[in-house]
Structures are given as structure tokens and as C-alpha cells.
């Protein structure tokens, strides 16, 4: 069966434990799109091209270990904005999406412009305030030397720079289902994802 579920949404709204939940639920693969554009930021961090680095990613570049720091963070939003880059990982995605047994993508352009045919889109948000206390306690539990103002100050320009870029601006799909998770614990969330999908792959199954 081939079955996509695209879910994308703004950082710290939840869409990655979604996606993995989702995924683990109905035995899907899934992928963190999000974690390709790390991976080339991390590799710009260190010198390399933007679309070189895209280009030539390995499985060994999407297995770092500094791939969730607040400075990766803020250059894969740098990258994604590079159309060349963007394009460089296209295919990748779009067959990981249409490979068999189904599969979950999340990240920012995937019901938009990676999976616009996908049988189910969710766009996971909250507010900038929740948001911003979710990413300062991850951070922060990592040990990572951040505040709180400043994590929410990054997560604003973040948003700006990932909504306003020129190449697959972030955007809510026509039809896709908004899924704001402000008051929302995460079995809450997940649940009504798990719901979401449910009724979808029941109606493909008819």
C-alpha cells in the first residue's frame, strides 16, 4: 500500500513527536525532512557550499550528533531558503513518499510542494510563546547556554525567514487539517492525528 501523511507546521509545534507516533502507530516509515536541511547547514557551519553540501549528503552527514543545536538550527533555515539546495533534495523526498507501506513526512513545504498529492495533510502549530518555552527546555536540558527571550527571538526570525523565502514558502495547504497544539498535551495531539489518519486510510480502503 502506498499511503503518504504530510505534516508540517513551524518549529517546536510538536509535528516531529506527531510524525514519529504516527508512523510507530500504523507501521509507516517516516522521515524528518527537517534533519536534510540540518545535516547541510551543519556541513555550511563547518565551510562547505550550500548546494554542494545538499548535493552530497551522506547517510554518515544525517547522523551527526550536533544536529539539533540552536546554531545548525538557524543555518539549515538559511539553506532551506536556496533553491538550488531545496532542489537538490526533491527527489529524495518525493521517493521516500511513494515508497511502499506508507509513509509519514514532516517538515515545512511537504503538503505544498514535496507530497501535494498526500492522502492525509496536518499542520501542526502553537503559539510563539508556548513554542518558544518548548524549544528553551529541550535546549536547555541539552545543555545548550540559551534564555528565553533569545530562543523566542530565534524562533520569530526563523518563521519570518521560513514563510517569507521565495522557494517553498512555509504555508498551510488548502486541505490540509490545522492541528494547534497551544493547549494541547502531547497524547492529546497525537491522538487526534492517529484520528486523522484513521478515518483517511479507512475511506482508501472502501
Known amino acids: 500500500m502506498r499511503f503518504t501523511v504530510a505534516i508540517d507546521g513551524p518549529a517546536a509545534a510538536g509535528k516531529g513527536t506527531i510524525s514519529r507516533a504516527v508512523a ?11 534533519l536534510l536541511y540540518r545535516a547541510v547547514g551543519a556541513r555550511v557551519l563547518a565551510g562547505a557550499d550550500p548546494v554542494e553540501a545538499a548535493r552530497s549528503l551522506t547517510p554518515g552527514d ?8 540552536a546554531a545548525v538550527a538557524q543555518a539549515a533555515s538559511r539553506v532551506a531558503a536556496i533553491a538550488q539546495v531545496r532542489d ?12 511502499d507501506g506508507g509513509a509519514v513526512l514532516d517538515g515545512r513545504d511537504i503538503g505544498t510542494v514535496i507530497c501535494p498529492g498526500a492522502q492525509v495533510k496536518l499542520y501542526v502549530t502553537a503559539s510563539d510563546a508556548v513554542r518558544a518555552d518548548r524549544r528553551y527546555r529541550e535546549l536547555s ?9 533569545g530562543v523566542l527571538a530565534d524562533l520569530r526570525a526563523r518563521d519570518a525567514r521560513d514563510a517569507g523565502r521565495a522557494a517553498a514558502p512555509m ?18 495531539a497525537v491522538a487526534r492525528a492517529i484520528e486523522v489518519v484513521t478515518e483517511r486510510v479507512a475511506a482508501q480502503g472502501q
Do not use: K, S, W
Request: charged share 25%.
Open 24 to 34: 510507530a502507530h500504523f507501521g509507516f516509515a517516516h522521515l524528518d525532512t527537517g
Open 62 to 69: 544525517m547522523a551527526r550528533d550536533d544536529l539539533r543545536t
Open 88 to 99: 537538490a533534495l526533491l527527489a529524495f523526498q518525493r521517493a521516500f513518499a511513494a515508497r
Open 141 to 149: 536540558a541539552n545543555g545548550a547556554d540559551v534564555t528565553p527571550d
Open 171 to 188: 504555508a498551510v495547504a488548502p486541505d490540509a487539517v490545522v492541528l494547534d497544539t497551544t493547549r494541547m498535551t502531547i497524547e492529546d
